[in-house]
């Protein structure tokens, strides 16, 4: 862990792949989406990630339901998040809520292809729910 130098890596989590974001010096940039397998092997994969690029903390996107209740999606995600920690990282939850909406309204003005968008959309829902985080500690 480098002193002073946050590095934060953010989940996206669904029931098939999790998107991955990370921010570094200040700029939040796509890292890749992993096919879901099962709760401790993906938190063991992200694990791999966040001691690879010396992350400091992990960011949990929760899709919160509009009262902000858990759904299902939530508690899956909280079950990653949890996994992770329990490897000594620390874990913060964010909202997730209208990250993918805000991830293909980007990736439609950016003009990218609705082939490559599928492909796209939960790295940057990873990067929204990261800014949104960063944004809040501001």
């Given at each position: 862990m480098t002193i002073g130098r946050e590095i934060p890596l953010a989940l996206d989590v669904g029931t098939r792949t999790i998107g991955?974001?990370?921010?570094?010096?200040?700029?939040?940039?796509?890292?890749?989406v992993?096919?879901?397998?099962?709760?401790s092997k993906d938190a063991a994969r992200v694990v791999a990630l966040?001691?690879?690029?010396?992350?400091t903390v992990v960011v949990v996107g929760m899709?919160?339901?509009l009262d902000g209740s858990e759904s299902r999606s939530a508690r899956l995600a909280r079950q990653v998040g949890d996994a992770v920690a329990s490897a000594g990282f620390p874990v913060a939850y964010q909202d997730e809520r209208y990250t993918t909406v805000e991830a293909i309204e980007r990736l439609g003005a950016a003009a990218v292809y609705r082939e490559r968008r599928k492909a796209a959309v939960d790295q940057v829902a990873?990067?929204?729910?990261?800014?949104?985080?960063?944004?809040?500690r501001g």
């Open positions: 991955i974001a990370v921010a570094e010096q200040g700029i939040v940039l796509p890292v890749c992993l096919a879901r397998q099962s709760v966040c001691r690879a690029r010396s992350v899709p919160f339901e990873a990067c929204v729910i990261l800014e949104e985080w960063l944004k809040g």
